[in-house]
């Protein structure tokens, strides 16, 4: 420990200095002292020296450097599987005694080391409260990430994952496991020996239909330990069978893909029911059957992208409204489009108008039949023209140069929900090529994405919506969108964000307009596990949205049991969570009461049945074993983990490590420095008062 100031040493005697002198002419100059004697004179001097001297010392501030040091133990971290393929194999009995033995290690490690506990399957989560082994999906290369998060910058002696291996959503733990620069023991669970199973090992088919049409759906198939024989595949939509067909099983193990070609014969939302034959012996008849839900629409809408010449922004718009089953893009260049326009729901001008006539033509045409348009600007643009067409949005001063700018999502926007994902993703988008000018827009405009400059939102609209003119409007001020695409697999691996944002604009455009002041949106499918979740806007008489009115929901299941839900006030809007629900098909009804108004909303969803741990019912024993290799640890049966705590101990690599901080104290807050200057100050007054002085 040691005092530290930031002054020059010559500061110290000035304070000394300055503390003799005010003493001294105290008691040696002040006439009232002088009648007291050499001694006591000298004593009462020094007391007052020494508190001038701290007073004037802690003016400057001096702190208090100390150091603390502290051990840190290595830290092992017990992770154990929660996932429902470990019951398969196993009674009650047997899980009990092994939750004992775990809990034996757990503390036999204790006592050297710092032990944390984890659980995983669907996700990973600390502690090992909930250990049940129920979940529906196991993920390693997430308890993986969440050891990597927690502990990389932290004394990680090892890993011990207690695991059948059995993976079926996530990275390969493999490869997912390279990032944890420590050993890996695994704690071989399940059981490795061949069952006789049937299962339906997967169901590729799309998520919408179109009334009247033949679907695709095709059906993968496995079997282990038949050596032969058949089962009858059949298909099954209200309880009556619309496809059957025989499967005869060749050499174990077996797989086949079965193709078939189903009709969608009746508009809505539709279960059908997918099951394999069940044979005596079988491990597990659970995977045996599979349901699947298609939502069977009316028709699909025609959209139109009519562009100037080739770009790659055509072929990104394209891929993101195709990926949505309802729409239906094509693509066509304005010197050689001879069809017609009314034909279409929406059109897309790519850097059009352009001044030709053909462009003058097509613009007209739009507007006679009221066409909903969506103008994306560009180089080729003409921009005399494109101001004539009174989109809300104007562009002066232009004088062919172009600018980088980035976006974000305008808070104001209302015409349709945005999510957090969406927002967030906006923001890292790369920048689009702008027209530079003076922009001029109407309070009419509606903007979803305005222009930013560094991390400046300047107001100035990038991607808008007129919606007070005859027809629909949208805009988007830049050509580039391609490269939001490219980056939004770049960054989640997947092109979501980017096509959802174009295929609700799409929507937004191409639908009828909603006059209705009570609107319920939420999704038409669910997993099982997940938690069913609806929003909803409610509007006055004035079409102001409003959320000082009670909103209710009434879910109805197919079996004609029914279940209330109230909405809750978020903002300006509502919201409900109804939790997990088994799989189905589900109607509801929503109701709310504004101004003694009684205003409804109906949908339809379905929650999709998981069978990830059925599918694979053999432990993977060679998986755990590559993956304590690697990382230079061993893996052991269940009956043998009471070796771990000596193998772990072994490993002359996890030692504790020792922390030393500095901390830095003001001297001022150290309180006894106070009762020494009080103590100082009250012997000097009480030896002054008792010699006749104050």
């Known amino acids: 420990m040691e005092v530290v100031f930031d002054y020059p040493t010559w500061f110290l005697l000035l304070c000394v200095l300055g503390a003799l002198a005010g003493a001294g002419f105290l008691y040696m100059r002040d006439r009232l002292n002088r009648h007291f004697g050499v001694a006591l004179r000298s004593l009462l001097f020094i007391f007052r020296a020494v508190v001038f001297f701290l007073l004037a010392f802690f003016l400057l501030k001096p702190l208090i450097k100390s150091f603390e040091r502290t051990v840190e133990k290595p830290i092992i971290v017990i992770a154990q599987d929660n996932s429902n393929s470990l019951m398969l194999h196993q009674d009650s009995t047997l899980i009990i005694s092994y939750r004992a033995e775990l809990d034996a290690l757990r503390n036999q490690l204790t006592t050297d080391f710092d032990v944390r506990v984890m659980t995983f399957g669907e996700h990973a989560r600390e502690g090992w409260e909930g250990l049940d082994f129920s979940e529906q999906s196991t993920n390693i290369s997430d308890v993986m990430d969440e050891v990597y998060n927690r502990y990389s910058n932290r004394n990680l002696g090892a890993v011990i994952m207690a695991t059948d291996g059995i993976f079926n959503s996530g990275l390969h733990p493999q490869y997912a496991g390279r990032k944890i620069e420590a050993p890996v023991y695994t704690i071989a669970l399940g059981d490795t020996t061949p069952r006789k199973d049937v299962l339906i090992n997967d169901i590729s088919h799309n998520r919408m239909a179109y009334l009247g049409n033949k679907f695709p759906v095709e059906v993968k198939i496995d079997a282990y330990g038949m050596n032969g024989g058949q089962s009858v595949l059949t298909v099954k939509r209200k309880g009556e069978t619309v496809y059957s067909e025989p499967v005869v099983f060749g050499q174990d193990p077996f797989t086949t893909t079965v193709s078939l070609l189903l009709t969608a014969e009746e508009s809505g939302l539709q279960r059908y029911t997918v099951h394999i034959g069940e044979h005596e012996g079988e491990v597990t008849t659970v995977n045996n059957t599979r349901s699947i839900f298609i939502d069977v629409l009316d028709g699909r809408q025609k959209i139109l992208i009519l562009a100037d010449s080739p770009h790659p922004d055509l072929g990104a718009l394209k891929l993101a409204i195709n990926n949505n089953d309802q729409y239906e893009a094509e693509t066509a260049l304005i010197n050689d489009f001879d069809g017609k326009l009314a034909d279409y729901n929406l059109v897309i001008l790519h850097q059009l108008p352009n001044g030709s006539d053909r462009s003058r033509s097509a613009l007209n ?14 180089g080729k643009t003409n921009f005399n023209r494109f101001n004539e067409e009174r989109t809300g949005l104007e562009i002066k001063g232009f004088d062919g140069t172009f600018t980088e700018m980035n976006t974000s999502i305008h808070e104001g926007f209302t015409l349709f929900l945005i999510d957090d994902e969406t927002r967030k993703m906006v923001k890292k988008f790369p920048p689009l090529h702008v027209p530079f000018g003076d922009l001029n827009f109407s309070p009419g405009l509606s903007t979803l994405l305005q222009q930013r400059a560094g991390i400046l939102d300047t107001g100035d609209p990038l991607m808008a919506f007129n919606t007070q003119s005859e027809r629909k409007v949208g805009i988007i001020a830049g050509e580039g969108v391609w490269r939001w695409r490219l980056f939004n697999f770049l960054e989640s691996g997947n092109h979501d964000v980017f096509d959802r944002l174009i295929s609700k604009t799409i929507q937004f455009l191409a639908s009828h307009d909603d006059k209705s002041r009570f609107r319920v949106d939420g ?29 209710q929901m009434e879910i109805t299941n197919e079996s004609g049991e029914k279940y209330d839900y109230a909405f809750t006030a978020s903002g300006i809007r509502y919201r409900l969570n109804a939790g997990s629900l088994p799989s189905g098909n589900y109607s509801y009804v929503a109701r709310t009461q504004p101004g003694g108004t009684v205003l409804t909303d109906k949908g339809e969803f379905s929650v999709s049945e998981i069978h990830l741990e059925n599918v694979k019912t053999r432990a993977d024993h060679r998986l755990l074993y590559n993956l304590s290799e690697a990382s230079g640890a061993a893996m052991v049966m269940p009956s043998n983990m009471n070796t771990l705590p000596e193998l772990i101990r072994s490993n002359e690599s996890l030692q504790s490590v020792s922390h030393e901080t500095k901390i830095l104290q003001d001297l001022i807050n150290v309180k006894w420095i106070l009762f020494v200057i009080l103590a100082l100050l009250s012997v000097e007054w009480l030896l002054r008062k008792r010699n006749g002085t104050y």
């Open 365 to 378: 045409e739009l507007q006679a039949g009221k066409i909903p348009t969506l103008i994306v600007l560009g």
């Open 523 to 551: 999704n038409s499918d669910f997993l099982e596990n997940e938690e069913v979740s609806f929003e909803a806007e409610v509007y006055n008489e004035s079409f102001e949205l409003i959320n000082d009115v009670s909103v």
